[in-house]
T-cell receptor, first 114, second 111 residues
Framework: NAGVMQNPRHLVRRRGQEARLRCSPM?????VYWYRQLPEEGLKFMVY????????ESGMPKERFSAEFPKEGPSILRIQQVVRGDSAAYFC????????????FGQGTRLTVV | ELKVEQNPLFLSMQEGKNYTIYCNYS?????LYWYRQDPGKSLESLFV?????AVKQEGRLMASLDTKARLSTLHITAAVHDLSATYFC???????????FGTGTSLTVIP
């Protein structure tokens, strides 16, 4: 049973481009969480999704950021018109049940905006 | 917003020594998690503490939770170089959907 898979592991984008980050949860998990880690900081919650639904997006910036978790396929975190401040590590976690107990983290996507 | 504070932020310790990392949080919760992160890697779950007075041990690491004091500790016994990493504590609340992470403790164990 593979763990939470994220790709790409590293992503470089020029200012103004779009970044798409993908997360495949563990098999059987239908709850996905996205977190952002800025350099030298802890992880900050962005969004919680279940299949086809956004449950809690209280940590998402109001503009340029969106997330989805379709019925089929991975969860996608999309950042439009990236800026230098978007450079960070983006981690996805998945869980089998509602709530955060027993959530497993992927290896992250490190986004660099140049 | 729930706040989680760790101290120290940076810790350099000699092999063989003992030390404790502290994690304070600002609201009522009885669910506390400790993670380890190596540079450029993901978070590895170390301990899940789900009740007041919970104590768990794995090798040279022992974690405890005092929900009344809103405090968790991660105690390191006889440190070895392999323990060098960043350690995060995280808290969630039963009705919530997210972890609240501390800022991390960067541990370096020197020979």
């Amino acid at each position: 049973n593979a763990g939470v898979m994220q790709n790409p592991r590293h992503l470089v984008r020029r200012r103004g481009q779009e970044a798409r980050l993908r997360c495949s949860p563990m098999k059987g998990h239908s709850h996905v969480y996205w977190y952002r880690q800025l350099p030298e900081e802890g992880l900050k919650f962005m969004v919680y999704l279940q299949k086809e639904n956004i449950i809690d997006e209280s940590g998402m910036p109001k503009e340029r950021f969106s997330a989805e978790f379709p019925k089929e396929g991975p969860s996608i975190l999309r950042i439009q018109q990236v800026v230098r401040g978007d450079s960070a590590a983006y981690f996805c976690a998945s869980s089998l049940h509602t709530g955060t107990t027993e959530a497993f983290f992927g290896q992250g996507t490190r986004l660099t905006v140049v | 917003e729930l706040k989680v504070e760790q101290n120290p932020l940076f810790l350099s310790m000699q092999e063989g020594k003992n030390y404790t990392i502290y994690c304070n949080y600002s609201t009522t919760s009885d669910r506390l998690y400790w993670y380890r992160q190596d540079p450029g890697k993901s978070l590895e779950s170390l301990f899940v503490l789900l009740s007041n007075g919970a104590v768990k041990q794995e090798g040279r690491l022992m974690a405890s939770l005092d929900t009344k004091a809103r405090l968790s500790t991660l105690h390191i016994t006889a440190a070895v170089h392999d323990l060098s990493a960043t350690y995060f504590c995280a808290v969630d609340i039963p009705t919530g959907n997210q972890f609240y992470f501390g800022t991390g403790t960067s541990l370096t164990v020197i020979p």
